[in-house]
């Protein structure tokens, strides 16, 4: 089992009186990564599809408006392109999100893993 496919444990501030941490997990059968929201209710999602044998398009990040501006997209790009580089895979970037991170963070270690058109 990859370090990838535990659940990695980010600490993060939710709500404002308390200190919750960012659970994020990879759900291999649902493609996708997840941060569960408010008391397990709630989730945040990254998705993505294997496009090709080795080839992944990170396509949709979604956080409910009440969680937006927390990082928790942050969190969400960063464990998907973390993937990415573990797995070995090549990286197509539809979600707007990533495509962001990517500028923000352009480390050699993700910018290699970029499918060239």
Avoid at 24 to 41: A, D, G, I, M, Y
Wanted: with cysteine.
């Amino acid at each position: 089992v990859t370090a990838m496919a535990q659940a990695v444990q980010l600490n993060s501030n939710l709500e404002q009186n308390q200190n919750c941490p960012i659970k994020v997990e990879r759900n291999r059968k649902r493609r996708q990564f997840s941060v569960r929201l408010n008391s397990c209710h709630d989730q945040a999602v990254l998705l993505y599809e294997y496009i090709w044998k080795r080839i992944v398009d990170l396509q949709y990040t979604e956080v409910s408006d009440t969680y937006r501006g927390r990082g928790i997209a942050r969190h969400l790009a960063k464990m998907a392109l973390e993937f990415v580089v573990e797995e070995d895979l090549k990286a197509h970037l539809t979600c707007w999100y990533v495509q962001k991170y990517m500028k923000e963070n352009p480390l050699p270690k993700y910018l290699e893993r970029l499918r060239k058109p």
